[in-house]
């Protein structure tokens, strides 16, 4: 089955530390994107990459990084820069820059 | 930049019909993506509009009005499994181009 997995689903840090979310997809697809979600709040961009070995910021890229290395994968790493990191990211894919983006399942990241 | 608004919270009925808006601003447009989510879960893409009018998929249509700078996602024969968020979410001359998305109008169908 083709589809976007994130691991984990829950993932608990202390505040200071980095943590790295994982994006995988097998659809093929040339971009990716990371958001984040705040309860009761919709999707704000982080960084999109259109291909390989290239990406761009968002609209909220302070705190972040990511690598895209292989087609596949876009990990996200949650630094200890940013400043209220406690959310929900999702990772999503669509063909170059198509308006129908796939979301994986999501991370909820919480900060202790 | 660009911005959306729609409204924060909706209430219907099994069975009935609702509509949801979405007014946008963008310098340079794209198109008006409607995307849905349950709670806790994933996004999933509803319809997309590039052009001015109506498109029909099933239960659920979306209608775009350039000039208005305007959509709106209608929802018909509510069942309760359409209890979600619904989000708007416009593509226009920004950086990369990329998507731009409203705050979310969550729907509650009631019996």
């Known amino acids: 089955d083709g589809g976007i997995t994130q691991s984990p689903k829950y993932l608990f840090r202390k505040e200071g530390q980095n943590v790295t979310l994982s994006c995988e997809q097998n659809?093929?697809?040339?971009?990716m994107y990371w958001y984040r979600q705040d309860p009761g709040q919709g999707l704000r961009l982080i960084y999109y990459?259109?291909?390989?070995?290239?990406?761009q910021k968002g609209d909220i890229a302070e705190g972040y990084s990511v690598s895209r290395e292989k087609k596949e994968s876009f990990p996200l790493t949650v630094t200890s820069a940013q400043k209220n990191p406690t959310a929900f990211y999702l990772c999503?894919?669509?063909?170059?820059?198509?308006?129908?983006?796939?979301f994986g399942p999501g991370t909820r990241l919480t900060v202790l | 930049g660009q911005s959306l608004e729609q409204p924060s919270e909706v209430t219907a009925v099994e069975g009935a019909i609702v509509q949801i808006n979405c007014t946008y601003q963008?310098?340079?447009?794209?198109?008006l993506s409607w995307y849905q989510q349950h709670d806790g879960g994933a996004p999933t893409f509803l319809s997309y509009?590039?052009?001015?009018g109506l498109e029909e998929t099933g239960r659920f249509s979306s209608f775009l009005s350039r000039s208005d700078s305007y959509g709106y996602l209608l929802l018909q024969e509510l069942q309760m499994k359409d209890s979600a968020s619904y989000f708007c979410?416009?593509?226009?001359?920004?950086?990369?181009?990329?998507?731009?998305f409203g705050g979310g109008t969550r729907l509650m169908v009631k019996p």
């Open positions: 999503a894919s669509s063909p170059s820059r198509a308006d129908t983006q796939y």
């Open positions: 659809l093929n697809h040339d971009a």
């Open positions: 990459s259109q291909i390989v070995n290239d990406f």
């Open positions: 963008t310098s340079g447009f794209y198109g």
């Open positions: 509009n590039a052009l001015d």
């Open positions: 979410a416009v593509r226009g001359n920004n950086a990369g181009n990329m998507l731009t």
